[in-house]
Structure formats: C-alpha cells, structure tokens
C-alpha cells in the first residue's frame, strides 16, 4: 500500500509539450466566440452586457443579442446600412447606439420594436450616458455634447458651454459631475436644467497630457485618466488633484485607449493588442499581456458579470479574456513547466523549483516579472520536493533522497544536510517552519530542525515508533500550534504536549493515508486521503466532502486554505473552491486531465493569488475578483402557446390553449458550449429531464395548474444552480367545470322531474278520468239492468209483441243496438258526438216504445257539431235522467230538446218533477261534470228555473 | 469628398486676405516632399511626391494637407508605377490623398524646436481614418521647418493587393514628410 501510493504521487514522468504563446511567459485564458449571423459574417463595433448576461452587440447593419452560442438579429432601419456604430448603452429596456454619421438610434430589445432614429450631428458619437431615467448625454468627436431629454435636444460646446474642446472622446459621471475626455484636456461639467458649466483641467492644472483618449471610475470621487502621451492620471474631482502612475507612465505605452474596471483592478489596453492590468488600480504590481495577433485589435471592452473582459475588434468573433486565471508556461529562460515544488513568501515572490533548481519569480515592475535562479541543482542530488522560509530569512529546500539544503537568499550561500549530520532521514517530503523551528517530514518519520550558531540541531519526534511506517507525506502546524501529519497507514495525526491522537480512532474510516492537508481561515483542518478522499475534522467532528459533482473519479492532488474560509482544490478535473459552509465544491477552471506528479504544488501569495503547478504549465488564479458562486444565468426566453409567442406576464389560458414550448437559455460565457439544463414540469411531472436542447416541449397539457422550471449548469452542480420559474394555469373546459356540471344536473333533474310531475298528473288523471268512466259506465250499467229498466223494457216488449210483431223484433235488435253501443263506447275517452247520437236515439227509440208520444226528443245538430267530440254516454245520461225524473204523461209530454247554441250543446227538459221522485245514485251529472273537466279542463253548466232543466256541454274538437 | 478641403482651402483664402494686414497666423506649406515606403518580403518600394501643399491657420489650429496621386515619383521600374496608380490607388477614381484637421498642441512661433500633435482625417483612396501625428517643429528665422512619418495600414483605406503580390507590398506603407511652413 505505502509503496503503492509513493509511486503513485512521486513517481515522475515528464513528457512535456508546450503550447503555444512561446513568446509571453504570462497569458490570461484568452477564447473566441463566434456571433456570426447566419449568411454574413458580423462586423462587431460595439458591445454592452445587459442584467440577464446576455451581450448586445452593435454589428455593421444590425443589432445582435448574444448568449454565447446563438443570437438574435435586429436589423437597423435602412438609413443606417451602411452606418459604423461607434458606441452604445443599454436603457431600461431599450438600446441605444451612436453611430459614425453622428445619428443615435433607439430601439426596444425585442424584434419589431419601435425604433427611433435621431440625426444629432454631424460628427461621430463617441459616447453616450444616462445621468438619469430618460436623459441621454451624447458626447460627440468635433460638436461637443448634447442633452437628450424626452423631445429637447440641448448642444453645449466649447463656446456656449466652456468645454475644454469639442473633440470629446469618452465621459463618466461622478459624484455629480460629468467628466468628459478631449483633445484639449479634461472637463468637469455640472448640468443643471438647460445649463452646463465646465471647469477645465489641462496641463496647466497637473495633467500630464491634454490629449486624453479615456476614463475609468477608481473611486466615488477619483477618476483615472489615460493620455495620448501613454500616461495615466489619477483625477480627484474635489479637490483637482492629479496624480500620476508613475511606474505606468515610465513604460512608454503609447496611447492609452481605454480603461476599464475589472473588480478592484484597472486595465488599460494601448496599440498592438497590449492589455496592462493594475491590481487595485495602482501600479505596484502590474502585469502585462498581449492579445493573440490574430484576434484583432480591440475596439471596446466590458467586464462582464462572470468577470471576464468582453472585446469586440471588429470582426465576427467575440473575444473574451479571464484575467484572474492565467496560465504561466514558459519564460526566456525557463520552463515553468513541472515544477515539482512551489512556495510564496512574504515578500511577494513566488520560489519554484524543477529539475534544474530553485527561482525566484517576482512580479516588479519594468520587467513585470522576471526569473532569478537561487540554486542550480548538482546533476547527482535528487529532486526537490518540499521548500519552507525560516523567521530569518532562508530558504530550506527538501529532497527526495539527498537531503536538505539551506539558501541564504541575500548572498546565495547555499548549506546541505543530510543523515550524516543527524537528518532522520534523506527523503524530505513536507517542511513547516514554527518559531525557529523546523518541522520535517521525511520517510523515516518526523524531526525538527533548530539552527544554533549555523549549526543545525535534528531532533526526531519521540513518538517515531507510533506513526506506523514512518512515511510522513505531510507535516503542518495548527492555530494552537499543535503538529498535524500526514502519514502513510495512521491517517491523520495530532501531535501535542508529547501525546500522539489518531483522527483513525476516532473516525474509523477517515482515511489511511494522508497526502495532502491544510487549515482554513475558520480553524478547520482539511486533508485529502487516496483511500478515503477529502474531509474537514477539527478534531471533535469530521465530515467527508462530496466529489461528485467535480466528475467521476476525480483525484486531488494538493490544497490551500484561500480567502473567505475557501480552500483550493487542485484535481484531475481542475481547479475547485470549497468551503465548511458550502461543502459542494465549485469548479472555478475546468481542465480535463490536470496532473500534478507531486505533493507541494500549491501556494498563495500576499495578493491572493493562488498558484498551481501542473505537469504542464504553472497557473496563478487571482482570487480578488472571483465572485461565490458564479454560475451560469438561467434565462426563459420564450414561451409559445399553440406555436405562438406569449407574453411571459400572461399567466392564464383557456382550455384550448394547451401546447406549451419553451425555449430557454444559459448564459456562461466561461464555456457556453458546456452548458446543460434541467427542466420540470410540476404539476404534469416530477423528475427533472436533462437536456443539452434549448427546447422543451409540451402538447396537449390536460388543464390545470403547473410551474414549469430550468435550471442550468456548467458542471453538474445542480444544488448551486440557477433556477427560473413560469406558473400557469390551463382553464378546465366549460364542460368540465363544477359548477357547470352542478347547473347541468340541476337542469336534468328538474326536468326530470317536471316531466315525472307532468307524467305523474296525467297518470292520476287518467285514473280518475278511468274511474269516473267506469262510474259513468257502472251507472249506466246499473240503470240499464236495474230491474226497472228491463220491466220497463220488457213490459213494452210484452205490450208490442202480440200487436204487431214485426215491430216488437224492431225492439229488441234497437234493444240489442243499445247495449253493444253501450259496450262497445265503454273503454274510449271521448266519442263524436255522432257517435252519442245514435246510442241517444237507439235509447229514445226504447223509450219511445213505452211513452209514445208523450216523450219528445228534438236533436237539432248539424254536421259540424256532430264532429265534435264528447266522453260516452253522456247524452244518453241527460236523457234518461230527464225521462228518469220527470212525469211522463199524456197531459203533461216531456219534452227534451238536444240543440246548439253558440258553442254549446244545450240539452233542456221541460221541468215536471215525479212527486215520489226515482231513487237516484245521484252521480250521474256529478260523473260527466268532472269527466268534462278532466278531458277537456271545460265545466259544464247545469240551469235549472220552474219549468226548465237545462244542461250545457261545451262543444270541444 | 473633395468638399471639406475646398471649404477649407477657400476658408483659408479668405482668412489670409482678412490676417493680411495684421501678419495674420496664416502659414503655408514649401519645398515639401512626402515619401512611402513599402518593406515586404520580397521587394522594398518608394516613391516621392514634391507636390504637397498645405495651409496651417493658428488662429484656429487648423489644418489642410493635400498631395496629388499622380505627382509620386521613383518606384522600381515604370510599370509598377502604372499598377501603383492604376491598380492599388485608383489615381483617376481618388486623385488626391489629404490629411485636414487641427493641432492639438498649441503652436509656439517663438520656439526653437517644438513637437507638436496634429489630428485629423487622413483620406487615401477614398476612405478617411482618424490619426494623431506627430509633427516635429523646429524654427530657422521665419520659416519653420517640420517634418513627421507614420504609419498607413492599407485595409484601413480599403486598397487590396492582389495575393499574387503580397509579398512585394507591405501591408503597412511608411510614410515620411518633409517641409518648411511660412508665415503669409
């Protein structure tokens, strides 16, 4: 295992192939994106960064929206064809640009949008600024400025307005003031209402040039000031003083032709592509850089939110620099390549050592940095693993089997010890220095090292013996001064006051073996293990880190506590910051096949600039201006509903709007190519889709409520990730709503049971209508063979029978008539009245048989009325009814008359009462009464004075 | 094209009539010559012209320079000046190369020797770009003797050179002025 893992982490192997960029040792990350528009490629003047991240660029002939990979064209109005843009800024929401021909157009950020074209002048403008919503400042190269406001056009220049010169190159404004850059010094201007008063700052006044070309903001009151003359002045606005960066000023530039803010630092680029950073905006340390010759020259510049420096030159790329990671790979002299070793002292030098020796390596001005060998390694001592500064200044350097050596730094004087002199051991992989102390980790265990009178004193750690194998890959001291190791087999351990703590102990699975270990600002002791990876413990607790999200099988080479209670991971996958309180690690560069061949390959130096030694090329990453958690920008960019775009503030659809795309967007200009996203759709369903497409798609959503999320990332993390959300509701159809369905059924159920009430009614007055017939019939049935009926009959039978025998069988078949008709109307409702008529005139023929002509029956009906309808055996009933109760005599005829009258049917008797009167059921009138109005609804009148009975049937079709 | 410089010129005719009588800051370019020089690969290039002219008013700091095409003389043989004329500046298309502006350094008649700043258009082949010169001034009594070089990009004036020959013409022409300027 121990031998294993030794190989493992110093086994070396050098194949070095060295990139490019031969000529400059020192390179930021320099890449090009490509914004062409689809048939022509783009010429970009302009650029802007708008809060969404996404770039504006103002291209020959249009206006392009770029997210890294795809861009959206807005093409000017015609007139400005053929027009150089030649500056522009972002509005709330609106963007504006000045071009060459000095018109300034407006336009929304949309396609088809409203644009607004004004011509202002006619010199170029070169600058253009909002003080304030709706106010636009308009500097130009030849008429001075112009004030933009609502529908007025203000023009102060050198004459009206006291402007140093009309030739403004660029303005800022500060604290108040409009500073303005031009040919013939600075002006402060102060603009109030229609006025603008401006004060002149020139040479006179300290500035070491008139021509000034550029501006940046250093401070809320200083402004830098860059020259023709290659100088920067630093301008403090209230008081007018002018200072001057003096060792920037001293390298002859050229012409300073922009500055620009990056975090804390200002950059100046001059001619050539040569692009100076000053850290903090001062010129102690600053460093130089050339733009690769074939990315053109720029023409402007932003730092944008990931803070990488966005150029346009003109072409149809977009160049991009990260300035804050930079890449160190070769020297004149030197490769920095396979360094084996790295430390950082106080003093702001960076000690490397390879193969060939030990250097110093500082970043001073005029040379902006240079190599200086300290030690140039024998070619029989083995390499140099491990290096460490003593209080008094020495450099001790380590070796991997002969030894340690000691450089005094001021004379060059370099000393060696070795085991012959009491060294534990020739193998020294890690060295700290504590007081006047030094603490070395070698393959044979622990020794510190105390220098008395020049002579070392090696006194190896008492407890040797406990620590296994005695394979030390690392040794530290803590905040309480305790000793921490590293060893091979025992994990971590914690030396103090003579006792040995194993973390192992404690942590059963913390880790076997212990290659790398630092403490962050926090007090947290952090260690990587080939065996059990990377944890944090302060000795009580101990949590094991998450690699995942850094790729498959990543593998940590060194760490170093970093600002902010971060510590720097360098890993087979690239470079990660990871902190106790955001223990997922963030990937701040990433390299695909890192590789590191040994243990002391990290150091950060007094300007928080970490630095890495790869296999292949050392690399400073300034932490100063990298902001927690950058990560990439989510962006929905469009929502279409049925194939057509809706406006994101719509939040509502019908039932029929149910086809959802939407089309989003992740802005990472660090690597755009590499973004991918994760969408939902909650409410339709719970997982996240992960996809590299820009789209997602969703028919025929069944309604209801959804919120649908994208995220992205570049590298895997999706808890740090970005998130957008879109909540909408589909409307439920009208036919599925409850309370339409509620209504619905109401309405069926009353219906329901109107109709049943309806059916109800009719049945009930079907069976009355029933009942009273079959009364009617029962009556009439009755009466028919109610004894006297039949005597009557047969009586009258017996009285014609002998006289006259034909006539006698004429009774009996009218007889046999009256009956059948009887039965045969028995079941019907309603008969004609025709129909009536022959069973009255077959019963009056009976009865007329008997009382001859003292019964008289009139019928005088026509043939319309005989049409009409009636409930059976009505007439009938009136008839035998009048017969029934009425004297029936020679002196005293009955007389019934059956006729029409008006749109009645009246039947009348002549009233002669019997003195005894007939038994009477006494249903008769009562039976056809309510037949009439069950029937018909239609009542029938019954008038009765002394000498009449009527009744009157209404004539009902 | 030719419109600005006109005005100028006529401006500046007018001007020294009204400066006339009070020795007016009206100065005028001699005996100048501008020179290119042509450094590629395969073959060195040059040619002069005497032919410039020029007014400088300090009243106002500005400036006028004009020099026909066609007055450029020396070249390696005669054919690559017809090609020079003909093919790269289109002579008979844009017949003058001119450079109008103004100083951005205050001219000091008094001064023995003085560097002064001019800026302005420079306009060959039709095309006009930006440029600050440096003007190296000295004084010889009253005539002033100035002299400036400088560099001209051909893409920044849109002349193409075919690729067949583009190892016999730079891509960037130096471009040196000599000459005396003296006060009306």
Redesign the interface.
Known sequence: MARYRLNNYLLVCVALTLSCLRSHAQQPRWWRLDASQRNTPAQLHCLASDQRGYLWLAARGSLLRFDGQRQLTLPYPDSLQLATPTTMLLSDNQVIIGFSNGVVLTTGMAAQQQKACIKVCNSPVTCLLEPRPGTIIIAT?GEGIFVSEQNSLVHHNSRTAGLADD?VHEMVMLAGKLVLAT??GISLCTISNDNCRCNTIDTHKGLSD??SLSLAAVDSLTVAVGM?NGTISLLHLTTGNVSLLEKFNALQSG?VQSLLRLGPDLLTRTEGGMVYVLPSCSDTNLQQFQLPAEYGNPLHWLADAENNVVMVTGGHEVVLADFHLQYLTEHDEQSFANAQCLLADEQGNIWFANDKGIFRHAVEFSKYQYLQTMYSSPADEDKIISMCMDKNGKLWFGTFGSGVGCIDITTGKVKKFTERDGLLNNNVLSMVAQDTTIWMATLGGVCSMRMDDGKPTFSPLEQSSELGNGYIYSVSIDRSGRLLLGTDGQGLVIYEHGKVMRLLEKFPASGKAVVAMTMDDHGFTWYYSPDAGVYFTDGESIQQIDLENLGSSTEVYAMHAATGEEVALLTSNGIAYVSYMNVTPRLVHEQADMQADYLNVITRDMQKNMWFATSTSMIRFNESITKPNLRPVTNLEQVFVNLQVTDTTVRSFKANQNHFTFHFTSIWWKSPQEAVYQYQLAGFENNWNTTTEHIANYPRLPPGTYTFTVRSSADGNWANAHTISYSFTIDTPLMQRTWFIALALLVVVSIVYLLLRLRLRSISRRELLQRKLLQGQFETLRNQVNPHFLFNAFNTLVSIISKDKESAIDYVEKLSDYFRIVLEQRHKDTIALSEELELVRAFIFLQQKRFFENLMVNIELNDEVLQSRIPPMTLQLLVENAIKHNVISKTRPLQIIIRQTGDKIEICNNLQPKLSPETSTGIGLSNIRSRYEILFGRSIEVLQDENKFCVLLPVVF | MMKPILILLASAIVLMGSYAMTLSGIFEVKNATIKFDSAAPEENIKATSTDLKGVLNTADNKFAFSVAINTFQGFNSALQREHFLEDYMEAAKYPKATFTGKLIDKFDSAAASQKIRAKGQVEIHGLSKERILDIQITREGLVYKFSASFDVPLADHGIRVPRVVNQKIAETIKVQVDGQIQAQ
């Open positions: 190269d030739y040919d013939l008139n021509l023709h012409p």
